[in-house]
């Protein structure tokens, strides 16, 4: 099982940036290796993805289905592999943010192990070996998100708003909201160990990307209000 | 980056290694130059094996094997279209050549007992154990080189024995759980092993290697000799002289369609090497007027597209070497007819894709398709999808064996008699029309557990599936024609001087035919020692 968490504080009020988050179309393109998007219907969507493990690369279908809408709050979702065996599980969830000084947001990761969904089926026991792996990682996602902090502080360029896509928040930022995405992916078959091995890399910065990403999109939009 | 040499080495395949090898270890400086920005050519993409009769190992193993007999089937291969003395090259070297990297490199081999040579009815074939394999390569001893090893598509660091008790294409029996604790450890295996060692060996001998740079002409003397090379680094056009000589090995030609089309004749769409083998030591050698040898011939080869998968941004053809062979599958083409043995290996397989029909004019087995039944996919991998995997877009399938064929383009009605006729024998483990499973290289690939023919048995239920094969190649094998030496002929008569080839860029002393698994490294290898001894006593 790989998973990640990641978490930014947005200056932009939750409302807004539950608007935004709430119409897939926004920001589905700011995924890892975005292809296509099949909007099934308002639970089910399929997404074609091109992971790409070094000089390899393959377009996989994943269907997502929406297990979990809370308004303003949370988002939950299970991922179920349509030309790979994968199974995963995913969540936004969003708060309103404490005040901060006039520098600006401050993004910020957790530090502790993500606590694991509820979930129906139960998780197969990780060998040894896999558990150390992900020590090792969770220790190394530390110390670079220790550095990395640093660096989102500073308020990104502002994006471009892409044609054709849905609202983006229309009201200038009056308010902070912090949003986590969480994503476990569980490849599925005898290849999974090697499947892990590959994906695990991507997969961290991944989650990392698409944050950052929405975090132009929301506030170099908002920014783009202001200036208006 | 050394602007003055005794040897530049184009390419770092084993061919390019081995001659890097030689060079370096009789004390000559080498400079091995690759235009990828990562090492080992197409030979981490293969299995590794070598190709070698009458080898030491079947010696101490007790089996009777002999140059002699090797000679005569490899000149029934070869139709005499081969000089005798680059054959005969091969065979007194392959050996001395084995002991060569044996002692400088951590390479040791085993031979295949099992491994049929390929056309195992032909005079002086073996029935085993003229295929040796190594083992597997820990890439940490390369320090920050170890990032720069090529990433095989098709191998993992398995060994031969885990193979042969794993099965080929079952590999859902794998152990990926410890193939994948060894990829975390940087262990490779096949190919990328070869490479490794080969790599580890010349740069202790003092080689040096520098990947993104590609070498785009070579520089003559007044004789006309070669003197040195023109490459193209990130840090600009760089001028190298090659004071004893230069070496082509740069692979084949099987990625530029413009040579594709010029050379081979036929439409060869899907070559399964990486995607830098673009003619480079053939242009720079014909622009110093080399001789060319066997430009229409290739390492041919049936190939399955996973659509969409790519390897270094191109799409990745894999062969099917033990897929064709597997009972309760056919192999057909659009009238549905079958066309040959489908266990056949795979370079003799590749002929029959581009038998060409004068009447209809049109490639009469261009496109085919595996079809098999619903036991079949239950059974074995196809490509990377295992038995339990989703089925894939480009596998199609459906619940009859019209509807199949409509689906795909076959004629529906020849595709169910072929069936008929097929099934019909194939109960009794028959294949009357092409003899499939009655070679012990047939025998060799197929599933054990299926008798009284471990190749046959008739399609069963439905669903049935379709998957388009492609004619490609594992390399092209014409270039530029060598002595028994290495050494490039001139277009005119006579050596080129200082300049050299081997491996796929050369004209293959094996000409049309492909005598064993490891057959391609062998000779790259024999003439990659051969070069570098003849260069060190120039």
């Known amino acids: 099982m790989?998973?990640?968490?990641?978490?930014?504080?947005?200056?932009?009020?939750?409302?807004?940036?539950?608007?935004?988050?709430?119409?897939?179309?926004?920001?589905?393109?700011?995924?890892?290796?975005?292809?296509?998007?099949?909007?099934?219907?308002?639970?089910?969507?399929?997404?074609?993805?091109?992971?790409?493990?070094g000089i390899l690369a393959r377009d996989v279908d994943i269907q997502v289905d929406i297990t979990t809408w809370e308004p303003m709050s949370r988002a939950e979702f299970q991922l179920t592999g349509l030309t790979e065996r994968l199974t995963g599980y995913g969540r936004f969830e969003l708060s309103p943010a404490p005040a901060v000084s006039a520098e600006g947001a401050t993004g910020d990761a957790r530090d502790s192990a993500p606590a694991p969904p509820e979930r129906s089926t139960s998780a197969p026991t990780p060998a040894g070996w896999w558990r150390r792996l992900v020590?090792?990682?969770?220790?190394?996602?530390?110390?670079?998100?220790?550095?990395?902090?640093?660096?989102?502080?500073?308020?990104?360029?502002?994006?471009?708003?892409?044609?054709?896509?849905?609202?983006?928040?229309?009201?200038?930022?009056?308010?902070r909201s912090h949003l986590v995405f969480y994503l476990q992916i569980e490849p599925q078959g005898p290849m999974a160990p090697m499947i892990e091995l590959l994906m695990r890399p991507m997969v961290e910065p991944a989650a990392q990307d698409f944050l950052g990403k929405l975090r132009q999109a929301l506030e170099g939009k908002a920014k783009d209000v202001d200036a208006a | 980056m050394p602007r003055d040499v005794d040897v530049v080495v184009l390419g770092s395949g084993a061919g390019g290694l081995t001659a890097a090898l030689t060079a370096a270890a009789r004390g000559l400086t080498v400079a091995i130059l690759e235009k990828a920005p990562v090492i080992g050519g197409t030979t981490v993409?293969?299995?590794?094996?070598?190709?070698?009769?009458?080898?030491?190992?079947?010696?101490?193993?007790?089996?009777?094997?002999?140059?002699?007999?090797?000679?005569?089937?490899?000149?029934?291969?070869?139709?005499?279209?081969?000089?005798?003395?680059?054959?005969?090259?091969?065979?007194?070297?392959?050996?001395?050549?084995?002991?060569?990297?044996?002692?400088?490199?951590?390479?040791?081999?085993?031979?295949?007992?099992?491994?049929?040579?390929?056309?195992?009815?032909?005079?002086?074939?073996?029935?085993?154990?003229?295929?040796?394999?190594?083992?597997?390569?820990?890439?940490?001893?390369?320090?920050?080189?170890?990032?720069?090893?090529?990433?095989?598509?098709?191998?993992?660091?398995?060994?031969?024995?885990?193979?042969?008790?794993?099965?080929?294409d079952t590999l859902d029996r794998w152990d990926w759980a410890l193939i994948a604790e060894r990829t975390a450890k940087g262990i490779?295996?096949?190919?990328?092993?070869?490479?490794?060692?080969?790599?580890?060996g010349a740069l202790r001998h003092g080689?040096?290697?520098?990947?993104?740079?590609?070498?785009?002409?070579?520089?003559?003397?007044?004789?006309?000799?070669?003197?040195?090379?023109?490459?193209?680094?990130?840090?600009?056009?760089?001028?190298?002289?090659?004071?004893?000589?230069?070496?082509?090995?740069?692979?084949?030609?099987?990625?530029?369609?413009?040579?594709?089309?010029?050379?081979?004749?036929?439409?060869?769409?899907?070559?399964?090497?990486?995607?830098?083998?673009?003619?480079?030591?053939?242009?720079?050698?014909?622009?110093?007027g080399a001789a060319l040898g066997n430009m229409t011939e290739a390492w041919w080869g049936p190939m399955v597209y996973a659509e969409g998968d790519t390897y270094d941004g191109q799409p990745l053809f894999r062969p099917t070497s033990g897929l064709r062979t597997l009972p309760g599958g056919i192999i057909v083409n659009r009238t549905g007819r079958r066309f040959i043995n489908e266990a056949m290996n795979y370079n003799d397989f590749g002929k029959a894709l581009a038998a060409f029909?004068?009447?209809?004019?049109?490639?009469?087995?261009?496109?085919?398709?595996?079809?098999?039944?619903?036991?079949?996919?239950?059974?074995?991998?196809?490509?990377?999808?295992?038995?339990?995997?989703?089925?894939?877009?480009w596998m199609a399938t459906a619940p009859t064996l019209e509807e199949l064929a409509r689906r795909v383009g076959i004629d529906p009605e020849g595709l169910r008699d072929e069936v008929t006729r097929f099934n019909a024998a194939a109960a009794e483990g028959r294949d009357p029309q092409f003899g499939r499973g009655e070679s012990v290289y047939d025998r060799y690939r197929g599933d054990a557990r299926v008798s009284p023919n471990r190749n046959l048995r008739p399609l069963?239920?439905?669903?049935?599936?379709?998957?388009?094969?492609y004619l490609g190649c594992l390399g092209t094998k014409g270039g530029p024609a060598t002595?028994?030496?290495?050494?490039?002929?001139?277009?005119?008569?006579?050596?080129?001087?200082?300049?050299?080839?081997?491996?796929?860029?050369?004209?293959?002393p094996f000409g049309p035919g492909y005598p064993g698994a490891g057959a391609t490294l062998a000779a790259a290898m024999t003439f990659g020692y051969l070069i570098g001894n003849a260069i060190a006593t120039t």
């Open chain 2, 483 to 508: 002595d028994q030496h290495g050494q490039v002929r001139s277009a005119l008569g006579g050596l080129i001087r200082g300049l050299y080839a081997c491996g796929n860029v050369a004209a293959s």
């Open chain 2, 188 to 200: 490779v295996g096949m190919g990328a092993a070869l490479v490794g060692e080969l790599l580890y």
């Open chain 1, 2 to 53: 790989i998973e990640a968490e990641y978490a930014i504080d947005l200056d932009t009020p939750v409302e807004d940036v539950w608007r935004y988050v709430e119409v897939i179309p926004n920001w589905a393109h700011y995924m890892v290796g975005f292809q296509k998007l099949q909007i099934v219907d308002d639970r089910r969507s399929i997404w074609t993805l091109r992971g790409d493990v």
């Open chain 2, 357 to 393: 029909d004068p009447i209809r004019y049109e490639y009469r087995n261009l496109p085919c398709w595996l079809v098999f039944d619903q036991r079949f996919r239950d059974s074995y991998s196809i490509a990377t999808v295992t038995p339990d995997s989703p089925t894939p877009a």
């Open chain 1, 135 to 175: 020590q090792r990682l969770a220790a190394r996602l530390v110390r670079w998100l220790g550095r990395r902090s640093a660096s989102l502080t500073a308020p990104p360029a502002p994006a471009e708003p892409r044609p054709g896509a849905a609202s983006a928040p229309g009201a200038p930022a009056t308010g």
């Open chain 2, 207 to 288: 080689a040096t290697i520098h990947t993104g740079t590609r070498a785009v002409a070579l520089r003559t003397g007044l004789d006309g000799g070669v003197v040195g090379v023109v490459a193209e680094s990130a840090d600009g056009p760089v001028e190298i002289t090659a004071r004893r000589g230069v070496v082509l090995a740069t692979g084949g030609f099987e990625w530029d369609r413009q040579l594709v089309n010029q050379f081979l004749g036929v439409p060869m769409v899907a070559p399964a090497s990486p995607p830098s083998n673009t003619g480079d030591g053939l242009r720079m050698s014909q622009a110093v």
């Open chain 2, 45 to 168: 993409v293969s299995g590794g094996s070598i190709w070698a009769p009458a080898n030491r190992y079947l010696r101490e193993a007790g089996v009777a094997d002999s140059l002699e007999e090797a000679r005569e089937y490899i000149q029934r291969l070869t139709l005499g279209r081969v000089d005798e003395a680059l054959i005969d090259a091969f065979l007194n070297h392959v050996n001395p050549m084995l002991d060569f990297v044996v002692a400088n490199t951590g390479l040791r081999f085993v031979p295949n007992m099992e491994h049929p040579d390929y056309q195992p009815d032909l005079p002086g074939a073996r029935p085993g154990g003229r295929t040796i394999q190594g083992g597997l390569f820990d890439t940490t001893v390369l320090g920050e080189l170890r990032t720069k090893l090529r990433p095989t598509h098709s191998t993992v660091p398995v060994t031969k024995l885990e193979l042969d008790q794993w099965g080929m």
């Open chain 2, 460 to 469: 069963g239920d439905g669903p049935y599936y379709a998957v388009q094969l």
